[in-house]
T-cell receptor
Framework: AQKITQTQPGMFVQEKEAVTLDCTYDTSDQSYGLFWYKQPSSGEMIFLIYQGSYDEQNATEGRYSLNFQKARKSANLVISASQLGDSAMYFCAMREGISSGSARQLTFGSGTQLTVLP | KAGVTQTPRYLIKTRGQQVTLSCSPI?????VSWYQQTPGQGLQFLFE???????NKGNFPGRFSGRQFSNSRSEMNVSTLELGDSALYLC????????????FGPGTRLTVL
């Protein structure tokens, strides 16, 4: 079974509007971390935001926020006020066992290609 | 602070050859991970090192190997290259092993002819 599922292969958003990129995950661990990365066409993976499974509050970093719904096992990325430079591939990732001393590998979803329209 | 650096950035090899890719982590970071990215398979984990010890290993054949040095720099080696090894190889470093965020380098684009 897929550990990270991103169901939107491609998304379009108008400049200055908000957009939500979906991510659901599958784990039986209690301790895990969720990450979002952005990959522009240049290829470099850029870290955006992190949410720990025990974090009570949803993470925010500037225009990025993570809508964490633990019971539904979802960790959607919300980008507010989209900019042309936000056009890129976005990956959701999970790392299990982060507090156990035996952290497992970082596992990525298949990504969502976001295009911001002027 | 300088980011993760990877050398070389581009590489062209022929089938059967071997290749070594290098990764220098962010200063102070002690954990290094390697990933292979292809259009068909997406991002796949290769291996992860911390304090010169392999902590996690992905599902790749034995032709893929890696190591980490005492200064935390890491290398990965692919022997007997196949056409399917053509990919972007990404290295990421983190402060410690476990909960810390991984920061990625620009990648090495390997083309096997």
């Amino acid at each position: 079974a897929q550990k990270i599922t991103q169901t939107q292969p491609g998304m379009f958003v108008q400049e200055k509007e908000a957009v939500t990129l979906d991510c659901t995950y599958d784990t039986s661990d209690q301790s895990y971390g969720l990450f979002w990365y952005k990959q522009p066409s240049s290829g470099e993976m850029i870290f955006l935001i992190y949410q720990g499974s025990y974090d009570e509050q949803n993470a925010t970093e500037g225009r990025y926020s993570l809508n964490f719904q633990k019971a539904r096992k979802s960790a959607n990325l919300v980008i507010s006020a989209s900019q042309l430079g936000d056009s890129a591939m976005y990956f959701c990732a999970m790392r299990e066992g982060i507090s156990s001393g035996s952290a497992r590998q970082l596992t990525f979803g298949s990504g969502t290609q976001l295009t911001v329209l002027p | 602070k300088a980011g993760v650096t990877q050398t070389p950035r581009y590489l062209i090899k022929t089938r059967g050859q071997q290749v070594t890719l290098s990764c220098s982590p962010i200063s102070g970071h002690r954990s290094v991970s390697w990933y292979q990215q292809t259009p068909g398979q997406g991002l796949q984990f290769l291996f992860e090192y911390f304090s010169e010890t392999q902590r996690n290993k992905g599902n790749f054949p034995g032709r893929f190997s890696g190591r980490q040095f005492s200064n935390s720099r890491s290398e990965m080696n692919v022997s007997t290259l196949e056409l399917g090894d053509s990919a972007l190889y990404l290295c990421a470093s983190s402060l410690e092993w476990g909960r810390n965020t991984q920061y990625f380098g620009p990648g090495t684009r390997l083309t096997v002819l």
